[in-house]
Each structure stands twice: as structure tokens, then as C-alpha cells.
């Protein structure tokens, strides 16, 4: 028995448990570790806090502000408006989009790095790459020149969009009746 008990006193004895202990070498405390971030939690809300608790008095300041709150809403509410607009109407975002494959590849880059820059990434590009990707880019000048024609031309509103522009055959065929099985119904009906 005593040799039970003094084992037991080494290893919970004095306030301490060796287990325990060691195991946390290995393993954090949850609860020691759900304290530790509950108050960082805590801190950085007080200095939050304390940012807003001084007032803004002076115009650029209110200013500043605003514009600071700007990106992530416009970014978000312009890409919404782009999904809007290619259904409602597709040829118009269809030109600008061929508008948009005009843009250098290292633009590309710049805007991601100026967005991502904003939101805590950094990017560099180098300038051999910028000049290449011009190239490469301006390479699709007359692709894109004759897709926009080519949308443009199938645009289908406005007066004598239907027009068959004198041509003979066109008209007989367009005249020509041919079977309409619903339009037959409504005449049988009536």
C-alpha cells in the first residue's frame, strides 16, 4: 500500500499532476486555449472600439471613411449588375465583353494586385512580361473587331429590322403561309 500511495503522491502530489502535464507538452488545453482566444477576441474588440469612440469632426475624415467602406460593396453590387445585365440584354454585354479580352494580360495582373493589394496580398509583375503579354494581346485586335461587327449585325430591334431589302425570294418566302397548327385551331374556332 505505501508503495501505491507514494507512486500516486509523485505523480498528483503538490498541487501538480505529471500526466496531465506531459500530455499538454504534446496537446493544448481546450480550456486554457478557449480562454487565451477569448480574450484576444475581447482585446481586439476594445480596440476596435476605441477607433469608432473618437469622433470625426473634420471633413476628410468623414471622407476618408466613406471611401474607405466603398470597394467590397462596389465590387460586389458590379458584379451582380454584370450577371443582370447578360440577361437582360446579351448582345450589349456581349460587346463589352469582347471590349474586355482587348485588355492586356498584365493589366489583368495590375487590377488583381491593386484588389488584392486592398484586401492584404501583394503581386509584382515584371516589365519584360508586360510588354510581351501587350503584344500578345493586341495579337486579337482584328478577332475582336470582327466579333463586335458580327453582334452588332444581330441585333434585331428598331424599324425594318425584318426587311427583306428588295429581295425577291426572300419576300415570296416570307409571305408564303406555311402550317401553324395553333394558328389553324384559332381560325377553326372562330
Known sequence: MGLMQGLFALLFGGDRNVVKDTVEVFRENAEAGSARAHEVQIQAMRELGAEFAVPRVAWFDRVMDGINRLPR??????????????????????ERMQGIALVPEPLW??????????????????????QREIVHTMAHVPQVME?????????????GAAATDGDARLTVVSLAQGENAALDEWRAAA
Open 109 to 130: 495582373w495590375l487590377l488583381g494586385v491593386i484588389v488584392s493589394f486592398y484586401f492584404g496580398a501583394r503581386h509584382q509583375v515584371k516589365a519584360q512580361q508586360f
Open 147 to 159: 466579333n463586335v461587327a458580327a453582334l452588332r449585325k444581330m441585333r434585331h430591334y428598331g424599324i
Open 73 to 94: 460593396p462596389a465590387l460586389a453590387l458590379g458584379t451582380l449588375g454584370l450577371f443582370v445585365s447578360a440577361m437582360v440584354a446579351p448582345l450589349w454585354f456581349a
